[in-house]
């Protein structure tokens, strides 16, 4: 996703200091609310918001806050920075109940979440929440130790030796799609992958798809199963790449 343009925020505030934070949501605290993570629902809406007209802008428009003196938090107006006409709205709502501001120096950094109860802003930092984004090595395990469980399945292809049937020109489908690789490398002598418990199909095709002699084998329906890896062999008899489940 494109980094967001931020909404704005005027701090009137003696005692609070934002920094170089920036506010990028409104949550609301409530248990009428289920989730904590529900958006606060506003009295006012954007009349003329865009969304999509920028990708760093989807919502289409901006919010502009000021918090004041005493603690509130005020919705002044929207700007629309891609309406030339009317770009500012204003409205002039005082956000109430229970919420948090989600601030954070960069789209994509870290989550400071500043508390609201009735109304006002809560001065004691320790109540104040960081939330740490995870780095793009964490994100990376989490998603492979998540494919990995969604894809107990272990799938091995051997691949005859041939001259002309070198295994790096080769690509797998399973159900039509290319699987990750995130299982570990690929044996020099043939392919590895995953897949669900089930039912599936595979074929394997040459992987230059410019190529209009392009290769293919035939395609083998075949159930997998945890507790045994299931086995195929290729090889080329008379020019034709021959695909059997060993």
Same mark, same amino acid.
């Given at each position: 996703m494109?980094a967001?343009? /931020?909404?704005k925020i005027?701090?009137?505030?003696? #005692?609070?200091?934002? !920094?170089?934070?920036?506010?990028?949501r409104?949550?609301?605290r @409530?248990?009428h609310t289920?989730s /904590?993570? *529900?958006? =606060? #629902?506003? +009295? #006012?809406?954007p009349s003329? &918001?865009?969304?999509?007209?920028?990708s760093a802008?989807?919502?289409g428009?901006i919010?502009?806050?000021?918090l004041? $003196? @005493?603690?509130e938090?005020i919705?002044d107006r929207?700007?629309y /920075?891609?309406?030339r006409?009317?770009?500012? $709205?204003?409205?002039?709502?005082k956000?109430? !109940?229970?919420f948090?501001?989600?601030?954070r120096?960069g789209?994509? +950094?870290?989550?400071?979440?500043?508390?609201?109860?009735?109304?006002?802003?809560?001065?004691?930092k320790?109540?104040w929440?960081v $939330?740490?984004?995870k780095?793009?090595?964490?994100l990376?395990?989490?998603?492979?130790r +998540?494919y990995? $469980? &969604?894809?107990?399945?272990?799938i &091995?292809i051997a691949?005859?030796?041939h /001259?002309d049937?070198?295994?790096?020109?080769?690509s797998? =489908?399973?159900? !039509?799609?290319?699987? *990750?690789t995130?299982?570990?490398?690929?044996?020099?002598? !043939?392919f590895?992958?995953?897949a @669900?418990v089930?039912?599936?199909?595979?074929?394997?095709?040459e992987t230059?798809?410019?190529?209009t002699?392009?290769?293919? @084998?035939?395609?083998?329906?075949?159930?997998?199963?945890?507790?045994?890896?299931?086995?195929f062999l290729?090889?080329?008899?008379?020019?034709?790449?021959?695909?059997?489940?060993?």
């Amino acid at each position: 996703m494109t980094a967001q343009i /931020p909404d704005k925020i005027e701090n009137m505030h003696n #005692s609070i200091e934002l !920094g170089d934070l920036h506010l990028y949501r409104i949550i609301a605290r @409530s248990e009428h609310t289920g989730s /904590p993570f *529900s958006s =606060y #629902s506003f +009295q #006012s809406s954007p009349s003329r &918001a865009s969304p999509g007209i920028s990708s760093a802008l989807a919502r289409g428009y901006i919010s502009c806050y000021t918090l004041t $003196e @005493s603690g509130e938090l005020i919705l002044d107006r929207y700007e629309y /920075p891609y309406e030339r006409l009317k770009p500012l $709205e204003q409205v002039g709502e005082k956000l109430t !109940g229970d919420f948090l501001l989600d601030m954070r120096k960069g789209f994509f +950094q870290d989550r400071l979440y500043i508390p609201f109860i009735n109304g006002r802003i809560v001065t004691n930092k320790t109540m104040w929440v960081v $939330e740490k984004r995870k780095t793009k090595d964490e994100l990376f395990e989490e998603s492979t130790r +998540q494919y990995l $469980e &969604a894809h107990p399945c272990r799938i &091995a292809i051997a691949v005859a030796r041939h /001259p002309d049937l070198i295994a790096d020109k080769f690509s797998i =489908y399973i159900d !039509g799609n290319i699987p *990750s690789t995130r299982d570990g490398k690929q044996p020099i002598d !043939g392919f590895s992958a995953r897949a @669900s418990v089930g039912r599936h199909r595979i074929i394997i095709r040459e992987t230059d798809y410019r190529k209009t002699d392009r290769m293919e @084998s035939n395609t083998v329906d075949f159930d997998t199963s945890i507790e045994k890896p299931s086995s195929f062999l290729l090889k080329l008899e008379k020019g034709n790449l021959i695909l059997l489940e060993v």
